[in-house]
């Protein structure tokens, strides 16, 4: 067990467990139990889960609005209830006839700003209670549908075995998109059904899987992201004089022109504060991280 610093943690989830989970174990390794993680994976997923320690918690909640991208795997001709493979199968529909051009098309549709309804076992709130929680008591759950971005959608290799075809396909996309939701709709789209059977996070924001560490790789040696390192990297950076430094650990307004929000440094470096534009030539806090 080491001491605790503040700082992120990107750790490589592994497949089989909550991201809970992994909270969990991070918290014995880093001896504090102020450890909090920006955006849950299922537990069939693997890849990047951002963790915060102390401080770095706070910076989470701005973390999560960031983009992300996933590699995941879409099998054609099967419908599930969870829409992925951790579902039991509710229908199943020949989709070995499928042209490549009409997958290829049906996942091109899903690019761009779209209106997508959620899978109904996800973490939304429903009334106070989780809809995966309401659908596990036996209720009927239907979510509204919500807008969201796909930036990019590669389709790889399609492969058909049998009645059913499988599709690899990488996406980069706002924050909020359910990839299992897209394996869904296209799998509507084209008549047979969809469902996802593997789903690997590549990257959240500026953090991909070549800093990203296996829960393995922690036990042997635990390290974190310094909070300065980690702010530079997510946000928009901007070095201060010491007088303004000296405002903002009161917590006022800048007289700055900022584009958005903004990760404020001390003259030595030292990460102060997110701020935000509030006027034409003036920002305020949105979180401050030194007293």
Known sequence: ?????????????????????????????????????AGTLDPMATGVLVLGI????????????????????VRLGQSTTTDDAEGELVAAVAAGGLAAEDVRSAFDAQVGDILQ???AVSAIKVDG???YQRV????????????????????????????LV?????????????????????????????HLTMLRRTAVGPYGLDVAKTLDELADEFATLPLADAARAAFTPYDLSAEQAQDVRFGR??????????????????????????GPETAKATAVFVG
């Open 117 to 119: 309804v959620p899978t």
């Open 253 to 278: 307004k800048l007289g700055l022109a900022l584009d958005g929000l903004t990760a404020v440094f001390a003259p030595d470096g030292e990460f102060l504060a997110l701020y935000e534009p509030a």
């Open 129 to 131: 209670k989780r809809a």
């Open 166 to 194: 499988d599709v690899d396909i990488s996406v980069r996309c706002s924050s909020g998109t359910y990839i299992r939701a897209i394996a869904r709709d296209v799998g509507e789209a084209l008549g047979v059904g969809g």
């Open 1 to 37: 067990m080491t001491s605790a610093v503040s700082g992120l943690v990107i750790v490589d989830k592994p497949a089989g467990v909550t991201s809970h989970d992994v909270v969990a174990r991070v918290r014995r390794l880093a001896g504090t139990r102020k450890v909090g993680h």
């Open 54 to 73: 102390e401080r770095a918690t706070r910076l989470l909640g701005h973390l999560m609005l960031t983009e992300k991208s996933y590699d995941a795997t």
């Open 136 to 163: 596990r008591d036996g209720e009927q759950v239907e979510l509204k549908a919500r807008p969201v971005t796909v930036h990019e959608l590669t389709v790889g290799e399609i492969r058909s075995e049998g009645d």
